[in-house]
């Protein structure tokens, strides 16, 4: 399964993005889904999940307040809303499917094959 993220691009401080994830060939509306991002020089971090009805959210502590995550099956897209963004934010950011929308599984970084990603920069 590969998903592609895109949306990305630059932003100052303070500003605002919003991010997409599709798919080929696959239909993400029995997946969970989670965002994820890569600074340079650093490891995958786990940004937020949500689950396949849309109904379950879940946040890391670092983006709480300032992410949005949510999803349209009929369009069979997820999406990442970004406000306040910080120079902290600049990353690659993509999205994976995961197993079970819950913390164990959401935070888990060790995927099988990262698709392709979207440059975020965040200039201050």
């Known amino acids: 399964v590969q998903l592609q993220a895109s949306g990305g691009g630059l932003v100052q401080a303070g500003g605002s993005l919003r991010l997409s994830c599709t798919a080929s060939?696959?239909?993400?509306?029995?997946?969970?889904i989670g965002w994820y991002r890569q600074a340079p020089g650093q490891a995958h971090e786990w940004i937020s999940c949500i689950s396949s009805s849309g109904t379950g959210l879940l946040y890391a502590n670092v983006v709480k307040g300032r992410f949005t995550i949510s999803r349209d099956n009929v369009k069979n897209t997820a999406y990442l809303r970004m406000d306040s963004l910080e120079a902290e934010d600049t990353a690659v950011y993509y999205c994976?499917?995961?197993?079970?929308?819950?913390?164990?599984?959401?935070?888990?970084?060790?995927?099988?094959?990262w698709g392709q990603g979207t440059q975020v920069t965040v200039s201050s």
């Open positions: 994976a499917t995961v197993t079970e929308p819950t913390p164990y599984y959401c935070s888990n970084t060790k995927k099988d094959y």
């Open positions: 060939g696959f239909t993400l509306d029995s997946s969970a």
